[in-house]
């Protein structure tokens, strides 16, 4: 194989193979909403990835042609493996994540019960609902939450949910 070809093959098949580590390690924000990975967190591992499968498919190339298509074949089995088990872990914690908010729900539920005039159990409640998806829900307590106490942030907070609402948008919830 021509040197240009190597550097071509290894170039592209690191860069594909780096970018889909990043990918998987990235979607645990995008996909679940659980908080977000820094750039420093993705650099190091997406770096290391890069030099490690670059360096292996210019050296199997070189000196072992026939294994680099079983290796670069095993590569990316590992990785399907790596999301694969990577999604279970985020769906398992997305699951955990929403059951804890309707704990929370439920026991601000009985709060309002004792306690009806106290708008922080609305504004909470509300901040609840649109962590769980659901706007309407969130404008509505909001709009309780104002009611009882005008405050500066709880009328923001009302303004905020019904532009949500006008865009169509979920700002930032999960669907449960």
Same mark, same amino acid.
């Given at each position: 194989?021509?040197?240009?070809?190597?550097?071509?093959?290894? %170039?592209?098949?690191?860069?594909?193979? %780096?970018?889909?580590?990043?990918?998987?390690?990235?979607?645990?924000?995008?996909?679940?909403?659980?908080?977000?990975?820094?750039?420093?967190?993705?650099?190091?591992? @997406?770096?290391? %990835?890069?030099?490690?499968?670059?360096?292996?498919?210019?050296?199997?190339?070189?000196?072992?042609?026939?294994?680099?298509?079983?290796?670069?074949?095993?590569?990316?089995?590992?990785?399907?493996?790596?999301?694969?088990?990577?999604?279970?872990?985020?769906? @398992?914690?997305?699951?955990?994540?929403?059951?804890?908010?309707?704990?929370?729900?439920?026991?601000?539920?009985?709060?309002?019960?004792?306690?009806?005039?106290?708008?922080?159990?609305?504004?909470?409640?509300?901040?609840?609902?649109?962590?769980?998806?659901? %706007?309407?829900? @969130?404008?509505?307590?909001?709009?309780?939450?104002? @009611?009882?106490?005008?405050?500066?942030?709880?009328?923001?907070?009302?303004?905020?949910?019904?532009?949500?609402?006008?865009?169509?948008?979920?700002?930032?919830?999960?669907?449960?």
């Amino acid at each position: 194989m021509p040197v240009l070809g190597i550097i071509v093959f290894c %170039t592209v098949f690191s860069l594909g193979y %780096t970018a889909a580590l990043a990918w998987v390690l990235e979607r645990k924000e995008s996909r679940y909403g659980q908080g977000s990975y820094s750039f420093t967190d993705v650099f190091l591992p @997406a770096s290391l %990835t890069l030099i490690v499968v670059y360096f292996l498919n210019i050296v199997l190339l070189i000196r072992y042609a026939r294994l680099t298509l079983p290796v670069d074949g095993a590569l990316c089995a590992a990785l399907a493996l790596f999301w694969s088990w990577r999604e279970r872990k985020f769906k @398992a914690s997305a699951a955990r994540a929403i059951e804890r908010l309707r704990a929370e729900m439920s026991l601000l539920a009985d709060q309002v019960q004792a306690d009806p005039s106290n708008p922080v159990w609305f504004e909470r409640i509300s901040e609840l609902y649109e962590k769980l998806g659901d %706007t309407e829900r @969130a404008l509505e307590a909001a709009r309780r939450a104002a @009611a009882l106490d005008p405050a500066v942030a709880r009328t923001w907070r009302v303004k905020k949910l019904e532009e949500d609402l006008s865009a169509g948008g979920q700002r930032g919830g999960r669907r449960a």
